[in-house]
């Protein structure tokens, strides 16, 4: 059954460009989670407080997301700062929404702590669980805000009370975790780092002249860029007064890009923070080489990214901080504050560098370091890359949120199981047939390249496969006889000549008749070009021992598919697959896989075998070679 999630966000909706005072990571975290999650087969909605009357109840975003605009306060802009007197009525009609629902919700995940307290209040009301990324926790936030922090003190109660009654805490870097249990005392075992990401289909590495031609910016420039929200706690004072420092100092020519504003023109009447940032680039004489390009949409930021040769970032303080992430997918090194989550994801001296919040100069030194040694700013983007990519997709948050909300539920839900023993049990399963799976690739790598050189051989020089098993494994050498005949994966070949072999037509004979059917069939129907296949998921039978020596007999090659603990046949063929382990149902899993690749193999290497004629010119694929036999003197020069 479909399972329905409520994304609690009340300040920050998905709708919302980036760059405003309060659209920031919050807007786009909560966005890409809700799709992603509806592509996994959720039913998601998100709650955001409506802030303008043109905006309708409900909007059918993407196909399994709703975003409900919950009306709670003035339907205008509101400080986040200030809305914490809305959120009783946010609460009442949440609730009230929920209940005239077909299907009541079974997780709420609240974004930020007013959403936190929304939730709270919902799930004593409707018992509904929740979890809860904070985002930035009040007090950090108090410890280097001061009294630049206008959030209400209550904050710091509701937050306590959110730790406590929470089923579980998204911590989004370690010392966001650090942070939960040293100052609200949480519980270590109801926290999960799950961090922020960026999408490989919106961020990607663009050739630098190109991101500068379409961005209009000179192609021989050193280019600096700053991408964030024109707030004091981002530091972008300190990356404007660093920047000077490398042009007076260290007698480098650059320029400095800042993207981020109210308003797609950077107007400083309505943002005042570039009016003060623009004071600052005056008083440090540098204002002719900074570019205030204001808000900018998502579809253009790999321009920007791409066409720096760094990206600077000096927040006081930063819970996660996405620009970094997406900065380095487009392979762009970063210099940031060493702060929070940005120490998490940069490593220092690998993708860029970390620096101390507020000091110009350690930035400067840095940028001027990475210019006076191109080499690294080379090292540092391909190593950024391929971090961004191994650690932080938004598929890869996604996932890890799925299965967070599927452990919470479960826990909540004893009645129907035994929580996380379950679940236990379910991870123990997985875990068993991977490490068997990756046991055997280590293992057969090799052998199996073997195998399919002498198969691809087979069917090239006219021959045929014969194929046969022990009991339980008789469909397998149907499954794979017939992979073989049939088009397994390239459409236009011919079916390949594949004989699957059985006793049951000896069932009524005899042991010693029944035990020797199998090898009957193979002198009967194997020839010196042939290939013979052995399967047995369990020991080796004695009929399934003679066919092995009856193919010895007769000059056919042989490659066995087994089990590990098939000791007794590690010299019945000529090339041995054998499976690490003695579980069947393991066994049966891995050999279907090993038959699957080893077809495919074939398939593609029949299909590009072209060799070159004596004429010169190309003559056929092998699919197309002409039947043909090898002569009695050539078979005698291959034994």
């Given at each position: 059954?479909?399972?329905?999630?409520?994304?609690?966000?009340?300040?920050?909706?998905?709708?919302?460009?980036?760059?405003?005072?309060?659209?920031?990571?919050?807007?786009?975290?909560?966005?890409?989670?809700?799709?992603?999650?509806?592509?996994?087969?959720?039913?998601?909605?998100?709650?955001?407080?409506?802030?303008?009357?043109?905006?309708?109840?409900?909007?059918?975003?993407?196909?399994?997301?709703?975003?409900?605009?919950?009306?709670?306060?003035?339907?205008?802009?509101?400080?986040?700062?200030?809305?914490?007197?809305?959120?009783?009525?946010?609460?009442?009609?949440?609730?009230?929404?929920?209940?005239?629902?077909?299907?009541?919700?079974?997780?709420?995940?609240?974004?930020?702590?007013?959403?936190?307290?929304?939730?709270?209040?919902?799930?004593?009301?409707?018992?509904t669980p929740f979890v809860i990324t904070f985002h930035a926790l009040g007090r950090v936030r108090r410890q280097?805000?001061?009294?630049?922090?206008?959030?209400?003190?209550?904050?710091?109660?509701?937050?306590?009370?959110?730790?406590?009654?929470?089923?579980?805490?998204?911590?989004?870097?370690?010392?966001?975790?650090?942070?939960?249990?040293?100052?609200?005392?949480?519980?270590?075992?109801?926290?999960?780092?799950?961090?922020?990401?960026?999408?490989?289909?919106?961020?990607?590495?663009?050739?630098?002249?190109?991101?500068?031609?379409?961005?209009?910016?000179?192609?021989?420039?050193?280019?600096?860029?700053?991408?964030?929200?024109?707030?004091?706690?981002?530091?972008?004072?300190?990356?404007?007064?660093?920047?000077?420092?490398?042009?007076?100092?260290?007698?480098?020519?650059?320029?400095?890009?800042?993207?981020?504003?109210?308003?797609?023109?950077?107007?400083?009447?309505?943002?005042?923070?570039?009016?003060?940032?623009?004071?600052?680039?005056?008083?440090?004489?540098?204002?002719?080489?900074?570019?205030?390009?204001?808000?900018?949409?998502?579809?253009?930021?790999?321009?920007?990214?791409?066409?720096?040769?760094?990206?600077?970032?000096?927040?006081?303080?930063?819970?996660?901080?996405?620009?970094?992430?997406?900065?380095?997918?487009?392979?762009?090194?970063?210099?940031?504050?060493?702060?929070?989550?940005?120490?998490?994801t940069v490593r220092d001296s690998e993708t860029g560098y970390v620096v101390p919040p507020n000091n110009p100069?350690?930035?400067?030194?840095?940028?001027?370091?990475?210019?006076?040694?191109?080499?690294?700013?080379?090292?540092?983007?391909?190593?950024?890359?391929?971090?961004?990519?191994?650690?932080?997709?938004?598929?890869?948050?996604?996932?890890?949120?799925?299965?967070?909300?599927?452990?919470?539920?479960?826990?909540?839900?004893?009645?129907?199981?035994?929580?996380?023993?379950?679940?236990?049990?379910?991870?123990?399963?997985?875990?068993?047939?991977?490490?068997?799976?990756?046991?055997?690739?280590?293992?057969?790598?090799?052998?199996?390249?073997?195998?399919?050189?002498?198969?691809?051989?087979?069917?090239?020089?006219?021959?045929?496969?014969?194929?046969?098993?022990?009991?339980?494994?008789?469909?397998?050498?149907?499954?794979?006889?017939?992979?073989?005949?049939?088009?397994?994966?390239?459409?236009?070949?011919?079916?390949?000549?594949?004989?699957?072999?059985?006793?049951?037509?000896?069932?009524?004979?005899?042991?010693?008749?029944?035990?020797?059917?199998?090898?009957?069939?193979?002198?009967?129907?194997?020839?010196?070009?042939?290939?013979?296949?052995?399967?047995?998921?369990?020991?080796?039978?004695?009929?399934?021992?003679?066919?092995?020596?009856?193919?010895?007999?007769?000059?056919?090659?042989?490659?066995?598919?087994?089990?590990?603990?098939?000791?007794?046949?590690?010299?019945?063929?000529?090339?041995?697959?054998?499976?690490?382990?003695?579980?069947?149902?393991?066994?049966?899993?891995?050999?279907?896989?090993?038959?699957?690749?080893?077809?495919?193999?074939?398939?593609?290497?029949?299909?590009?075998?072209?060799?070159?004629?004596?004429?010169?010119?190309?003559?056929?694929?092998?699919?197309?070679?002409?039947?043909?036999?090898?002569?009695?003197?050539?078979?005698?020069?291959?034994?």
């Amino acid at each position: 059954m479909t399972k329905q999630i409520a994304l609690i966000s009340e300040h920050a909706s998905p709708l919302s460009l980036l760059g405003g005072v309060d659209c920031g990571g919050q807007n786009l975290y909560v966005g890409q989670v809700a799709k992603l999650l509806a592509g996994m087969g959720y039913d998601v909605d998100v709650f955001t407080r409506r802030d303008t009357e043109v905006l309708p109840e409900t909007v059918e975003w993407v196909n399994g997301v709703r975003i409900v605009h919950v009306p709670a306060g003035p339907p205008t802009f509101v400080r986040k700062e200030d809305l914490l007197p809305y959120m009783q009525e946010f609460t009442d009609y949440v609730v009230k929404f929920c209940r005239c629902q077909r299907k009541a919700y079974d997780l709420i995940h609240a974004n930020f702590w007013m959403s936190g307290l929304v939730a709270a209040d919902v799930k004593r009301i409707l018992g509904t669980p929740f979890v809860i990324t904070f985002h930035a926790l009040g007090r950090v936030r108090r410890q280097h805000q001061r009294q630049a922090d206008h959030f209400p003190d209550a904050r710091f109660d509701i937050e306590d009370r959110i730790v406590a009654e929470a089923d579980h805490i998204i911590a989004e870097a370690p010392q966001d975790e650090e942070d939960l249990i040293q100052l609200y005392n949480a519980d270590p075992s109801k926290i999960t780092i799950i961090p922020c990401g960026f999408d490989p289909t919106e961020l990607w590495p663009i050739s630098k002249p190109l991101a500068r031609i379409s961005l209009g910016l000179p192609l021989d420039s050193r280019v600096i860029l700053h991408v964030g929200r024109m707030v004091p706690r981002k530091g972008i004072e300190t990356v404007i007064r660093g920047f000077a420092g490398l042009l007076r100092d260290h007698h480098i020519t650059a320029k400095l890009v800042i993207v981020g504003g109210e308003t797609d023109d950077a107007d400083p009447s309505t943002t005042p923070e570039i009016a003060r940032l623009q004071g600052i680039a005056r008083e440090e004489g540098v204002e002719e080489h900074i570019t205030f390009v204001g808000r900018r949409g998502r579809d253009t930021l790999k321009y920007y990214y791409s066409a720096a040769d760094v990206f600077v970032t000096t927040p006081w303080y930063e819970p996660f901080g996405i620009t970094p992430v997406e900065s380095m997918a487009c392979g762009t090194p970063v210099i940031g504050s060493n702060v929070g989550g940005i120490k998490f994801t940069v490593r220092d001296s690998e993708t860029g560098y970390v620096v101390p919040p507020n000091n110009p100069k350690a930035l400067a030194d840095k940028i001027a370091h990475l210019y006076a040694h191109p080499k690294l700013l080379t090292l540092f983007s391909r190593q950024a890359i391929q971090r961004a990519n191994d650690l932080f997709t938004w598929q890869k948050v996604t996932k890890a949120l799925s299965a967070l909300y599927e452990n919470v539920l479960v826990a909540n839900q004893p009645e129907q199981c035994n929580g996380p023993d379950q679940l236990a049990a379910v991870d123990h399963g997985f875990n068993s047939a991977m490490e068997t799976l990756q046991e055997s690739h280590r293992r057969l790598r090799a052998p199996m390249l073997e195998a399919v050189q002498i198969l691809t051989t087979c069917f090239a020089d006219g021959g045929k496969v014969l194929i046969c098993a022990d009991g339980h494994s008789a469909a397998d050498a149907d499954y794979l006889a017939a992979s073989f005949v049939t088009r397994l994966q390239s459409a236009d070949r011919p079916g390949l000549p594949a004989l699957s072999l059985n006793a049951v037509g000896d069932s009524l004979r005899s042991d010693e008749a029944s035990d020797s059917a199998l090898a009957r069939q193979v002198e009967t129907f194997g020839q010196a070009d042939d290939v013979l296949i052995g399967i047995s998921t369990q020991g080796v039978s004695p009929s399934l021992a003679q066919a092995f020596k009856a193919a010895h007999r007769r000059g056919l090659r042989s490659i066995a598919l087994l089990a590990a603990h098939s000791l007794d046949s590690r010299r019945l063929a000529d090339i041995m697959l054998m499976v690490p382990s003695s579980n069947r149902q393991l066994v049966e899993e891995v050999h279907l896989i090993v038959m699957h690749v080893m077809c495919g193999l074939v398939d593609e290497r029949l299909a590009s075998d072209v060799r070159p004629a004596k004429n010169g010119r190309t003559v056929r694929t092998m699919w197309e070679l002409p039947r043909r036999r090898r002569t009695t003197a050539g078979r005698a020069a291959r034994k």
